[in-house]
């Protein structure tokens, strides 16, 4: 991605342009040159997560066909190829992340604001990343990665977040909370809340959610909740109701973009979804945000209000998520 931003005078201008935007919109205060590593890594990073999304989909059998790894994932490709043939690895794996976004269940998690779709590596990136994952132990054969995603916890999830960069991690200061700190809290404070205010009036959020521990613990208990509480309706319409009941905010895009995923993988277990293009769209209240900005009903509020500001354009740009 840095050898395409630097040798490509399209791409340059491209990334100066958004640079600039960005600081006219108080977005960043960084130059140039530490804003576009940045920006280069955060756009690594959701083409490592997004084939990582798509290969634990795949190694959990929600998929019609594999595309990535896997039994039938080079005859795919092969087909797109001899179909395509002036295409490349880079166009077979962004058509991939185009076949999720018609997923009503997928969509969230490939949309446009996916920065897959800002900028791409070269085909020889591309085709570096497919056999990455691809890669076999010793006998194993393409159709047999070494690499497998379909272990029931997704906690390794959490785990490659925290772990996938080192400038990231010093950065948002990333590590998961262990279980039992989860259950701790949780215990102390949604347990009683859903006592005090009855289950219909209860929700949760985390206002730093990381990659969404506390947001699956909760969506957990709100789920066993209303399936004792509601013993006719069915799990899929539990499970709905049950997310619809979670929110999640975090400073970190990979973060958001894990915890969506954890969840959306928790919903389908629990609806008890075979194909992922059977599940509809998902109540997923998470936003990547900052949640220690402005709040007008408390009084840190006037901590940020300086004489003779606007506050209401203030708060349209910081809650421009």
Not at 161 to 188: C, G, H, M, S, W
Not at 214 to 222: E, N, P, T
Request: some cysteine; charged content about 25%; aromatic content about 10%.
């Amino acid at each position: 991605l840095l050898a395409r931003a630097k040798g490509s005078a399209e791409v340059a201008q491209a990334l100066k342009l958004r640079h600039a935007a960005e600081k006219q919109g108080e977005r960043t205060a960084d130059n140039f040159a530490t804003w576009q590593r940045s920006f280069l890594e955060q756009v690594a990073a959701a083409w490592i997560l997004s084939c990582v999304f798509v290969r634990t989909l795949e190694d959990r059998d929600l998929l019609e066909q594999r595309r990535i790894a896997g039994p039938g994932a080079m005859d795919a490709q092969r087909t797109f190829l001899q179909l395509a043939p002036s295409l490349s690895e880079r166009e077979y794996l962004l058509t991939t992340f185009r076949e999720m976004t018609r997923l009503p269940a997928a969509a969230a998690l490939f949309a446009a604001h996916n920065p897959v779709w800002m900028l791409a590596p070269s085909a020889e990136g591309a085709k570096a990343l497919l056999q990455f994952f691809r890669s076999a132990n010793d006998g194993g054969g393409d159709e047999a990665p070494a690499l497998r995603f379909g272990q029931p916890d997704t906690r390794f999830l959490g785990d490659l977040y925290q772990d996938l960069n080192e400038n990231v991690r010093k950065r948002y200061a990333l590590l998961q909370t262990p279980d039992f700190i989860e259950r701790f809290i949780l215990d102390r404070t949604l347990e009683p809340a859903i006592e005090k205010f009855g289950l219909d009036d209860a929700d949760l959020i985390d206002p730093t959610c990381g990659s969404g521990h506390f947001l699956l613990g909760a969506f957990d208990r709100f789920f066993d909740h209303v399936r004792r509480a509601k013993p006719g309706m069915s799990a899929r319409q539990a499970a709905a109701e049950a997310l619809d009941k979670v929110y999640g905010a975090d400073i970190n895009p990979f973060a958001v973009a894990i915890a969506k995923f954890r969840l959306t993988l928790s919903f389908l277990d629990k609806g008890g979804y075979d194909k992922l293009s059977e599940a509809p769209q998902l109540p997923l209240h998470v936003a990547v945000a900052d949640s220690l900005l402005y709040n007008p009903q408390h009084e840190q509020g006037s901590l940020f209000h300086q004489d003779g500001a606007d506050a209401a354009a203030w708060e349209k740009r910081a809650f421009d998520f």
